[in-house]
């Protein structure tokens, strides 16, 4: 029997099959290694280093104040008879304000003058008086030494010397008492004439032109000048914050009316006596500020920032930048994240996305 042999086209197809099988199984191995390559890669977040300042900060809400002002009142009673001034107006040390209705102040006045020279005119004749009792006097010693007269006639003129002595002691001392009492007389008189004790502004009216001012009980206070060229900031601070402040330490505040502008002194006082508000103990803190423009004005509301420290000119970057995530979610190096994790809470001012930064 003779053997039969397979055609070449047969063979050819088999060996075709067999090497494009080897082929996809190269293909398939090449790329589970390449997949398995890509997921162990780090995925990089780029940023540009910037640099800005940090601020660690104590915040409270205070109030403006003038630094320097007096509450001008009056020291007589009387009508209002005039009011020089009007609030706002600015006014220097010495200038007349307002006048108090002198007419019984002056009557006074005259009173006291007219029993003082009455005073003086009887104390004139008690001087007279005692040098004719000296005279009477030393004419009875005389006669005495020659036996013409009695010793009960010289006891009486020196008894009658000696009460004219008295009498001008007393004179004088009632001459003192009145010109005393003339002075405050003449004091109350210069009193109804109100004048400035500094200069400054008129910043409130309290008493009305014709009003009467009783100073028997209170004096009556009828406007408040105050130097506005320097303001005081007065904050409450919480017993919780206090203790971070210390005299000296810089501050700066903001106010409704111009949030973008900010307002630098430095700590001058804070008071030991705190004020206690539905149970939340409150400390006030007191720092200057100057006020040239007059851009700032009484009982403005400030937002006050006391730094406690602060960094300038830092260098930053985004906590994503130093921290990464691999594509199976695992995260980047456990020391960078517990380095982020265990920052202070620092303000940063001057750079863009402050709070993400």
């Known amino acids: 029997m003779t053997a039969v042999a397979s055609p070449p086209s047969r063979r050819r197809v088999i060996l075709a099959a067999l090497a494009l099988a080897a082929v996809a199984a190269g293909g398939w191995f090449a790329w589970a290694k390449w997949s398995a390559s890509r997921a162990q890669t780090v995925e990089y977040v780029f940023a540009t280093v910037q640099r800005t300042h940090f601020e660690d900060l104590v915040s409270a809400t205070g109030a403006l104040q003038p630094r320097d002002y007096v509450d001008v009142g009056a020291q007589v009673s009387g009508q209002l ?157 919480s017993e919780a914050d206090v203790g971070r402040l210390r005299v000296g330490m810089p501050a700066y505040f903001t106010t409704l009316g111009s949030p973008g502008r900010r307002w630098h002194g430095k700590l001058r006082k804070i008071e030991p006596t705190p004020t206690v508000t539905n149970n939340v103990v409150l400390y006030n803190a007191l720092f200057d500020v100057e006020n040239h423009n007059r851009s700032l004005m009484a009982q403005m509301t400030a937002q006050v920032f006391f730094v406690v420290a602060e960094a300038r000119d830092a260098l930053v970057v985004p906590m994503s930048a130093v921290t990464f995530r691999r594509r199976d979610g695992a995260a980047g190096p456990a020391s960078t994240a517990s380095a982020a994790a265990s920052a202070p809470a620092l303000a940063a001012s001057g750079a863009p996305g402050c709070p993400g930064w």
């Open 81 to 237: 008879k005039k009011l020089h001034v009007e609030v706002g107006n600015d006014v220097t040390e010495g200038q007349l304000l307002a006048e108090i209705d002198a007419e019984q102040s002056a009557a006074r006045v005259d009173a006291s003058r007219a029993s003082l020279r009455a005073l003086q005119a009887q104390l004139a004749q008690s001087q007279v008086n005692l040098q004719k009792a000296e005279r009477d006097l030393q004419r009875q010693r005389n006669l005495l030494k020659e036996d013409a007269t009695t010793l009960e006639l010289v006891q009486n003129a020196e008894t009658t010397a000696d009460a004219a002595r008295a009498q001008i002691t007393t004179q004088k001392a009632q001459i003192e008492q009145t010109q005393a009492s003339m002075r405050v007389e003449e004091s109350n008189l210069k009193y109804t004439k109100i004048y400035a004790p500094m200069a400054g502004t008129v910043v409130s009216i309290t008493a009305k032109q014709g009003q009467t001012l009783n100073t028997n009980q209170a004096a009556p206070t009828i406007l408040r000048v105050a130097d506005q060229s320097s303001m005081t900031v007065q904050t409450q601070v």
